[in-house]
């Protein structure tokens, strides 16, 4: 199963927030109690940025968390999707609607970008890549979330389908980073997603592929199934 760049089906997936709640709210902190959230703002805490852009800011969350955190920095969050920015910048956030492929900013005009789970995604990812660098200061950070070929491999396979590969993963995600950026450093994490009844899991598949969530086999309780995520930062 591939999770696809083709704009037209993205827009579709993004185009209101309800895909993306259902998929934020089945994960936990990894087995050692970090979040990929965490990591990322570990690192973008760490290099004290004065201004920060978000590319793909989904429903603003982890904009607002990086403005309570960095209050001494001027943050800007930008989406396609117009409902995204719209609640993004419901949190009082500085939102616009983008493409990463065609940022409106001129050069080295961040100290850090954020890019959460949304690479993979990019139609011409080295296009987006070469962008973020373009709007980065010299010596400027990129830091990027992403899932690997692993990430919930056990749920798609119990509903006939197959492992999720991307463009931008654990598996590959520095070798296209180096394309664009010197130092490249790579922290995996082993998350967990909990569905507490299958209904939940068949909610959650049916974001991505309704046929896949139809052909879940039942089972009672609570389950849990393992991520496989990783966060990038490069320089």
Partial sequence: MT??????AVQKQYADESRLTTRSSVWRPAVDGRSPQDVAAAAIAAADPERLLE???GTGAFAERLTAENPTCSIVATDQ???LVELTAARGVDAHVADVMHLRFPDASFDIVVAMWMLYHVPDLDRGLAEVRRVLRPGGTFVAATNGDNHLAQLLVDAGGQPLVTQFSTENGAAALSRHFDDVHQSDLATLAMFPDHASACAYLATFDESLAANLPPFDGPREYAGATSVFVAR
Wanted: glycine share 24%; proline share 8%; charged share 15%.
């Fill in 3 to 8: 999770l696809g760049n083709d704009p037209g």
């Fill in 55 to 57: 590319v793909g800011c």
């Fill in 81 to 83: 999707s117009a409902r």
